[in-house]
């Protein structure tokens, strides 16, 4: 009798669970072994992090809760009790952020000449510059808002910084009221005159001089203040014929969501505190008092604006370009004759772009097909495919204009691409289409071939830097024809009765992975060796994690690396015992998604778009693809293994509770600076081929390009 695996008892919530990734993401700027400057950048984006949670997943849980949905989630929580245990555990977090901040990380920064000052720090030359600084540039540019019967308090916007303000006048007749916000169009941080890399916020600026602002009055208080509101994005896409024009006036609407979150300096007297919080109507538990500047993402930006510091970053390294992938090869006679795997940021994602701009440029290509999620705001492959629309290609591309928080961006470039004479499509009703894949169709001098990248990560030159993502580069027949239906069925009204080697969502994807498990469950059964390795973002789909319990209770091994959100719990006797979770959280984002089978010796992986999660299997456009090749397959398991072994920035989940692994005796491995070590090994081998190709060249010894493997570079490229 199978047993039953949908206990509430058996699942960790989904939210609670992203905190705690959080929380590792704060363990990185706590740690001490890392370059300061880094840790510094890693507390920015503990705050950036939280800031988009509270925009939707809270957000999300508010709206149930004011429609009186009391269901439960499979932890059994319902949104009033989620909403509750998530302000319990960031108020921890929040004290958390700000003690690393005050007690660690600003003391160290200062030890090696590096101060955020305040106006009573500065010496007389930084109090002349901050003085004109306010006069000239922010002054003209202020604008108070009176809060009196008159003048009703204003609206405040998503995630501005704004200063509220309590007055008297010369009669001293009551206490007055205003805002401000502070200007977003400078920079926060401001660099100070002097030899030290001394900066200053800008609202300290104008707190030293806001009381230029109310002539006749005395400025009795201020305080910087902050609101998050519901940022998430509710298109009624089935009442709108046209999906852009809806997801436009959603952008304009969703500026005034309710507020969600309200954080408030911790120096704020009660009477300002109480009228602050009566206007915004903000539930208790939804109030932060900060001890230090609120909104700490500017710390994101320190690190680049610090000058001569370089020893507290991580080292620079180069990428790996494969050189049968650079532009002075043709990337299509490449791509004939055998796949390649990509791994980035450690291969350079330029192979990408050159494949992209290669097939723009080639007279022999009669068309792109692509689909956009996200791409960077000066993205070269929108360029690229408008040169192709425009030398006369058939250009297709699907951009998801509802991709969150990239939704006035999307829109920007789907326009452009359009005016370049490309055929864009906006989306699909009711779905995302979060897969990542480009077609290109080239005439061959054999007949018409279709070449394939495809992807785990986004098409997005600036994130692939910071991101780890995995692509493949092929022009597998049935892959392209697989392809082929996969955008007919995008753009028309194609059905295909079946895929030959590529899965795709939704509901495929989820039916494939469970047929998968189902077959390592069978061969447990018979007494055979089964194993299970995964890597994802996230795992919350529970039907998935019931699917994985399955496994376990019949003995199949499994080993998950996931990076945030666990829903899974292992150590529960008879259920998970032979489930093993680890979590990397590193110098690079994990984002790569990887799912092994051992399929009696085969050893099928494959590599996707897609986490195992409700909304990535049930309402998402996504790909699964496979490895076939036994060089990309031998690979992908040796880089899926290499992070297995991680011991530095790996913790592992006991129960529902990731932890450090206790090093003692082991030799330490940091699976991302080992793959930067490969890839400066392999640039290694290239310069000294190149080199003993140009001294064979200057000893009379003729050699080809294609003879030495190599392509003609300049020297710039060395």
């Known amino acids: 009798m199978v047993k039953k695996f949908s206990k509430n008892s058996y699942f960790k919530n989904r939210e609670l669970s992203w905190i705690d990734f959080n929380g590792r993401v704060l363990e990185e700027a706590r740690d001490a ?18 800031d988009e949670f509270f925009m939707v997943r809270v957000a999300s849980l508010n709206k149930l809760v004011s429609v009186k949905i009391n269901d439960t989630d499979p932890s059994g929580m319902t949104p009033k009790e989620q909403i509750d245990a998530i302000n319990e555990k960031e108020h921890d977090m929040v004290e958390k952020r700000y003690s690393t901040l005050n007690r660690s990380l600003l003391p160290l920064l200062e030890k090696n000449d590096i101060f955020l000052l305040k106006p009573t720090d500065l010496n007389e030359e930084q109090q002349d510059f901050i003085k004109n600084y306010f006069e ?24 501005s910084l704004n200063l509220a303000i309590m007055l008297k006048n010369a009669e001293n007749t009551g206490n007055f009221f205003a805002t401000l916000r502070i200007p977003d169009v400078f920079s926060r941080i401001v660099r100070l005159p002097g030899e030290n890399n001394d900066f ?17 009055f005395s400025v009795e208080e201020t305080a910087v203040f902050r609101v998050i509101r519901d940022m998430d994005l509710d298109v009624a896409e089935k009442d709108s014929s046209d999906l852009l024009r809806a997801v436009q006036n959603q952008l304009k609407e969703r500026e005034h969501g309710r507020v969600v979150r309200l954080e408030i ?115 070269p492959i929108i360029k690229y495919l408008g040169m192709a629309a425009e030398s006369g290609k058939q250009v297709t591309v699907l951009v998801e204009v509802k991709a969150r928080f990239d939704e006035e961006n999307n829109v920007r470039w789907a326009k452009h691409l359009e005016e370049m004479g490309c055929h864009v499509i906006y989306g699909l009703v009711g779905l995302k289409t979060h897969s990542k894949i480009t077609l290109v169709i080239r005439r061959d001098d054999d007949g018409i071939r279709r070449y394939l990248h495809l992807g785990t990560g986004n098409y997005n030159d600036v994130t692939a830097n910071f991101y780890t993502d995995m692509g493949l580069l092929t ?78 209770s019949f003995g199949v091994k499994i080993q998950l690396i996931i990076r945030g959100i666990c829903c899974l719990k292992n150590d529960i006797p008879g259920i998970s015992e032979n489930i093993e979770v680890h979590s990397i959280v590193g110098r690079f984002l994990e984002h790569s998604r990887i799912y092994y089978f051992y399929n009696n010796g085969n050893e099928d992986i494959y590599l996707s778009s897609a986490d ?98 190599l392509p003609f570079e300049s020297e710039e490229d060395d």
């Open 33 to 50: 072994d890392n370059p300061l400057l880094e840790r510094i950048n890693f507390l920015g984006i503990t705050q950036s992090n939280v």
């Open 136 to 159: 000239d540039e922010l002054y003209p540019v202020l604008t108070p808002m009176a809060d009196d019967s008159s003048r009703p308090f204003p609206f405040i916007s998503n995630n």
């Open 200 to 216: 200053i916020l800008i609202e300290d600026i104008i707190k030293e001089y806001i009381g230029q602002l109310f002539t006749g």
């Open 265 to 379: 300096e911790n120096t704020i007297g009660d009477v300002l505190k109480k009228r602050l919080i009566k206007t915004l109507k903000v539930a208790k538990t939804a109030i932060y008092l900060i001890n230090g500047p609120i909104d700490l993402t500017f710390l994101k930006k320190l690190p680049r604006l610090v000058s001569g510091h370089d020893d507290l970053k991580y080292p620079a390294f180069k990428k790996h370009l494969d050189p049968s992938l650079s532009m002075n090869e043709n990337i299509f006679d490449s791509i004939r004759k055998k796949d390649y795997l990509l791994q980035h940021p450690y291969d350079s994602f330029d192979a990408v772009t050159n494949f992209i701009h290669q097939a723009a440029t080639d007279s022999n290509v009669l068309g792109i097909k692509m689909t956009l999620y996200r791409v960077s705001g000066n993205s």
């Open 475 to 552: 022009c597998n027949r049935d892959m392209g024809i697989d392809a082929s239906n996969l955008f007919n069925m995008l753009s028309g009204f194609s059905k295909p009765p079946y895929f030959h080697l590529l899965r795709n969502s939704p509901n495929n994807i989820r039916k494939f992975i469970n047929e998968k498990i189902d077959d390592e469950i069978d061969a447990a059964k018979n007494g055979r060796p089964a194993f299970i390795k995964m890597k994802m973002n996230s795992l919350s789909d529970p039907k998935i994690i019931e699917k994985l319990y399955e496994a376990s």
């Open 612 to 709: 195992m999660m409700t909304r990535n299997l049930n309402r998402r456009v996504e790909l699964l693809f496979p490895l076939i090749q036994s060089d990309t397959k031998n690979r992908a398991i040796a880089i899926y293994n290499e992070m297995w072994e991680d011991n530095i920035k790996t913790r592992i989940l006991h129960g529902d509770k990731f932890s450090r692994i206790d090093r003692r005796g082991l030799i330490p491995n940091n699976s991302q600076e080992r793959f930067i070590q490969d890839a400066e090994q392999k640039n290694a081998r290239l310069k000294k081929m190149k080199k003993e190709a140009l001294n064979g060249q200057n000893a009379f010894q003729p050699m080809t390009k294609h003879e030495a493997g």
